[in-house]
T-cell receptor, first 110, second 112 residues
């Protein structure tokens, strides 16, 4: 069966520090991968999506970046975090329809 | 991407009462998906509707897609405390697209 792993579950980082969140998928090949952000009590905002290795599409201009070094690995990064980067970051994958989300990372920038 | 408006933002119901959340768009939707997010958890896919006027049921949950494919609803009959969470509708702009756009969700509270 397909599973999605996302870590860490929680993270507290100072302003200006770098960020690296990793997501891996098991049990499927060539999935579409996504990074979403959810601000407290609000909806989900699509940040990046990838349809293949090295292929990244950005939805929102910001100080975040994404990479897909392997078929089932998706990484979200930042060189310098801002206070406004705080939120709940969710990785997801899809093959046909119906997105499967990871358990998410709660990031607090202090 | 397409904008989907979801109402109400919050709903408090007594256990056993029914609950409905609505999703509306000013443009025709190619499909509509529904997700549930439990408090502190991640969204979980419930269902996808594609056809005009489509109605699907999952136990006490009934999902409808409007005839004009511009609106959708999720109805829960006789709510239970396990129904607590935020329900999101979401839509893809079209076949072969990837930008799933979510509504802001309806947060359901069930009073036991």
């Amino acid at each position: 069966s397909q599973t999605i792993h996302q870590w860490p579950a929680t993270l507290v980082q100072p302003v200006g520090s770098p960020l690296s969140l990793e997501c891996t998928v098991e049990g499927t090949s060539n999935p579409n991968l996504y990074w979403y952000r959810q601000a407290a009590g609000r909806g989900l905002q699509l940040l990046f999506y990838s349809v293949g290795i090295g292929q990244i599409s950005s939805e929102v201009p910001q100080n975040l970046s994404a990479s897909r070094p392997q078929d089932r690995q998706f990484i979200l990064s930042s060189k310098k975090l801002l206070l406004s980067d705080s939120g709940f970051y969710l990785c997801a994958w899809s093959v046909y329809y119906g997105y499967t989300f990871g358990s998410g990372t709660r990031l607090t920038v202090v | 991407g397409q904008q989907v408006m979801q109402i109400p933002q919050y709903q408090h119901v007594q256990e056993g009462e029914d609950f409905t959340t609505y999703c509306n768009s000013s443009t025709t939707l190619s499909n509509i998906q529904w997700y549930k997010q439990r408090p502190g958890g991640h969204p979980v896919f419930l269902i996808q509707l594609v056809k005009s006027g489509e109605v699907k049921k999952q136990k006490r949950l009934t999902f409808q897609f409007g005839e004009a494919k511009k609106n959708s609803s999720l109805h829960i009959t006789a709510t239970q405390t396990t129904d607590v969470g935020t329900y999101f509708c979401a839509s893809l702009p079209g076949a072969g697209s990837y930008q799933l756009t979510f509504g802001k969700g309806t947060k359901l509270s069930v009073i036991p």
